[in-house]
């Protein structure tokens, strides 16, 4: 069993509107392990250590963990969020009130050192293989601006 309690497992309906209110905020969407199979258990796993790894660096990212089921609709939000792609699991950064899917291939240098010794098949859909790529993922997302500012060039 994972220790599971630095992730906050919500209903499906309310896991959008929880991780709004955070600054920033990962959101995990998956299903029951029944449909899912080893790759979630795996992602579940990571998820658990980078949660514990964050918390007492900046205990104002929160993580969430919404278990969809399968054989019925996703709420409405997160059906939007999803986008008519229901590959699941998913992961998602929420900052300041927008999603963003979380994609391995951008997290920079830091993110793809901590990946190297991962899971192969979670890291072919674009989902991060080891926690200390999902830690340095979130500690990088916490100090970027979510809107960069623009630098004015001098017109002669």
Do not use: H, W
């Not at 291939?105 to 793809?112: F, I, L, Y």
């Not at 190297?116 to 790529?133: C, D, R």
């Amino acid at each position: 069993p994972v220790d599971m309690s630095a992730v906050e497992t919500v209903p499906s309906s309310e896991v959008l509107g929880l991780a709004a209110k955070a600054s920033l905020a990962l959101v995990v969407l998956t299903v029951d392990e029944e449909f899912c199979g080893e790759d979630c258990v795996k992602l579940d796993r990571m998820v658990a250590r980078a949660a514990m790894d964050v918390r007492p660096k900046d205990p104002s990212i929160r993580i969430f963990r919404a278990v969809l089921d399968p054989r019925e609709a996703p709420a409405p939000e997160v059906a939007a969020v999803l986008g008519g792609q229901a590959a699941l699991p998913r992961l998602l950064f929420i900052k300041e009130g927008e999603p963003v899917n979380y994609d391995a291939a951008v997290g920079g240098a830091q993110a793809a050192a901590a990946d190297e010794a991962g899971s192969a098949a979670l890291g072919q859909v674009g989902l991060p293989t080891s926690a200390k790529s999902i830690t340095a993922r979130l500690l990088a997302e916490a100090t970027k601006p979510l809107v960069q500012t623009l630098r004015t060039v001098k017109q002669t």
